[in-house]
C-alpha cells in the first residue's frame, strides 16, 4: 500500500512559490524530442514492447523526484487540505479499441526492475483490451499518460479547469533520421508543484533512461 508524508511548509523551499501558484492556479507545459534510438533498436532485435519501455523509463524519472509525487491530503482534524507527498506513483495509460475508435484507461504498478514492470503491463493492458469503458478503478496514487503514435508532434495540450498536481505525460510517433531516431515527450503538470527547470530534468532524465535500458535489454550492460 502506498504511504504519504506530510510536507513540512515551513522548511520547503518551494513554498512560496507553491502558495503563489495554488492563489493563482496555472499549468507548466514542455515539449520536446528525445533521443530513443538505443531504446528502439534493442526493442525490435529482442522483442520487447517499445510502448513498455518507454512508459517504464516515464514512470522511473517521475517517481525519482519529488515534485512529481505531491498531492493534497485531508483529515477531520485539519482546517485545510495538507501537501504531502507519496512514496511511489503508478502510470495510467490508455489502450485504443481501432473498431470503435474509443479507449480504455488501465494502471500498471511501477517496479523499479523493468522486465517484471513490462510483464504486468502486458496484462494489464490485455484486461484492458476485454473491456468497452473508459477505464478500471485506480489508486489514488497514479499519474496520466497518453500515446499518439499515429502523429509526431511538436505540442500538445490538454485544457483543464484546475491544474493537476500529478504529471500528464504525452509521447507521439517517433521519426528516423539518417542516423537517429526520435521521440516527442511533452509533461504538464500545476505550476504549483514544478518549474520549467523540472519539466527540462525531466525530458533528459528520461531519455538517459531510455539509452541505459536500450543498452540492458541488448544485453551491453
Given at each position: 500500500m502506498?504511504?504519504?508524508?506530510?510536507?513540512?511548509?515551513?522548511r520547503w523551499p518551494r513554498a512560496a512559490h507553491y502558495r503563489h501558484f495554488s492563489e493563482y492556479p496555472c499549468?507548466?507545459?514542455?515539449?520536446?524530442e528525445i533521443d530513443v534510438t538505443d531504446l528502439r533498436l534493442a526493442c525490435r532485435a529482442e522483442g520487447v514492447s517499445f510502448t513498455a519501455a518507454v512508459l517504464w523509463c516515464v514512470a522511473a524519472t517521475v517517481n525519482a523526484h519529488e515534485e512529481f509525487r505531491l498531492t493534497e491530503l485531508d483529515s477531520p482534524e485539519w482546517d485545510a487540505p495538507r501537501l504531502g507527498v507519496w512514496d511511489i506513483v503508478h502510470p495510467v495509460f490508455n489502450v485504443f479499441h481501432p473498431e470503435t475508435e474509443t479507449y480504455?484507461?488501465?494502471?500498471?504498478?511501477?517496479?523499479?526492475?523493468?522486465?517484471?514492470?513490462?510483464?504486468?503491463?502486458?496484462?494489464?493492458?490485455?484486461?484492458?483490451?476485454?473491456?468497452?469503458?473508459?477505464?478500471?478503478?485506480?489508486?489514488?496514487?497514479?499519474?496520466?499518460?497518453?500515446?499518439?503514435?499515429?502523429?509526431?508532434?511538436?505540442?500538445?495540450?490538454?485544457?483543464?479547469?484546475?491544474?493537476?498536481?500529478?504529471?500528464?505525460?504525452?509521447?507521439?510517433?517517433?521519426?528516423?533520421?539518417?542516423?537517429?531516431?526520435?521521440l516527442p515527450l511533452s509533461i504538464a503538470v500545476s505550476h504549483a508543484a514544478a518549474d520549467g527547470f523540472h519539466l527540462a530534468r525531466f525530458l533528459n532524465e528520461t531519455e538517459e533512461r531510455g539509452r541505459t535500458l536500450g543498452r540492458e535489454i541488448g544485453g551491453k550492460r
Amino acid at each position: 500500500m502506498a504511504e504519504t508524508r506530510l510536507i513540512e511548509m515551513d522548511r520547503w523551499p518551494r513554498a512560496a512559490h507553491y502558495r503563489h501558484f495554488s492563489e493563482y492556479p496555472c499549468a507548466v507545459s514542455l515539449t520536446d524530442e528525445i533521443d530513443v534510438t538505443d531504446l528502439r533498436l534493442a526493442c525490435r532485435a529482442e522483442g520487447v514492447s517499445f510502448t513498455a519501455a518507454v512508459l517504464w523509463c516515464v514512470a522511473a524519472t517521475v517517481n525519482a523526484h519529488e515534485e512529481f509525487r505531491l498531492t493534497e491530503l485531508d483529515s477531520p482534524e485539519w482546517d485545510a487540505p495538507r501537501l504531502g507527498v507519496w512514496d511511489i506513483v503508478h502510470p495510467v495509460f490508455n489502450v485504443f479499441h481501432p473498431e470503435t475508435e474509443t479507449y480504455t484507461a488501465a494502471y500498471t504498478l511501477y517496479d523499479a526492475d523493468f522486465p517484471r514492470f513490462a510483464e504486468r503491463m502486458k496484462e494489464d493492458a490485455a484486461r484492458a483490451e476485454r473491456l468497452d469503458g473508459m477505464g478500471v478503478p485506480t489508486p489514488p496514487n497514479v499519474f496520466e499518460t497518453s500515446a499518439v503514435p499515429w502523429r509526431h508532434f511538436t505540442a500538445v495540450g490538454a485544457e483543464t479547469g484546475v491544474p493537476s498536481l500529478a504529471p500528464m505525460v504525452v509521447w507521439g510517433g517517433f521519426r528516423e533520421t539518417e542516423s537517429r531516431i526520435l521521440l516527442p515527450l511533452s509533461i504538464a503538470v500545476s505550476h504549483a508543484a514544478a518549474d520549467g527547470f523540472h519539466l527540462a530534468r525531466f525530458l533528459n532524465e528520461t531519455e538517459e533512461r531510455g539509452r541505459t535500458l536500450g543498452r540492458e535489454i541488448g544485453g551491453k550492460r
